[in-house]
DNA sequence: TCAATTAGTATACTTTTAGTAACCTAGGAG
DNA sequence: CTCCTAGGTTACTAAAAGTATACTAATTGA
């Protein structure tokens, strides 16, 4: 992804080598981490597993609908884990992976940018 | 933006001490830089000032529109500056700001993040 | 027995976003 | 005059995101 050579022709046309076809990185990693809710789900799994409706509680601003799906892609995406813990009664973990771990440390450095210019 | 308490009462009913009412910080900070485009038009903008349809030409996925709503947020949260550089004929362009260029900082891991990981 | 919990799913609906394509005012080249 | 460029705007459509309510089935507690 590097510098983008725009060169003017005799003719005056611009024309712009390498264009970015598809999402570059930076999109593509918004798309997996950016959706809403999917970076503070993660953030509250940081360090213990917990319950969906734990979770539920905790996101009060979102519904139970949004949090399940995004639950669901994340497990897609390998960033957290969903564990059976029992049942009878049913009782369900999530858990960041490692993977997911991983990332907390971007999610990191984005809330401490929050922080330091008071968003 | 701590520990969250899960207390299990007598009753066995489950409370959450603090939950997150509004978003948590990095909700805020996606809602802000999150935007499908924005991540990728700062990135263009990182070392140098593009005009308007340069840029469009280099983010050939986004439609012009897109570009124009995303820079005008972009300008609203200071993370562009729009300098209007000649009229006859009009030339506008795009800078990243100094906050827009901190920003930048966080992406730079976010890029690393999907290229380590072959996202 | 009544009520509440668990982890969701189903349905219906509204709102927001994204995307397409055409159009606009201006200047400049041929 | 005609076509190209610049820097967008407007109108419309399609798809995604979000909300709200109800529902499941098994268990526990009063």
Same mark, same amino acid.
């Given at each position: 992804m590097g510098k983008m050579k725009i060169t003017e022709g005799k003719n005056g046309k611009r024309i712009v080598e390498e264009?970015?076809?598809g999402p570059c990185p930076i999109e593509r990693g918004?798309?997996?981490v950016g959706g809403k809710w999917t970076g503070s789900i993660l953030w509250? %799994? /940081?360090d213990k597993p917990v319950r969906f409706n734990d979770l539920s509680r905790q996101l009060s601003g979102a519904? /139970? /609908?949004m949090i399940s799906q995004r639950l669901k892609e994340m497990e897609e995406n390998k960033l957290v884990i969903r564990k059976v813990v029992s049942d009878q009664p049913v009782a369900i973990t999530y858990e960041a992976s490692e993977f997911? /771990?991983?990332a907390l440390?971007? %999610?990191d450095e984005l809330q401490l940018w929050v922080n330091e210019n008071g968003l």
């Open positions: 264009p970015c076809e918004m798309r997996i509250h %799994l /940081k519904s /139970k /609908k997911g /771990k991983t440390k971007f %999610l």
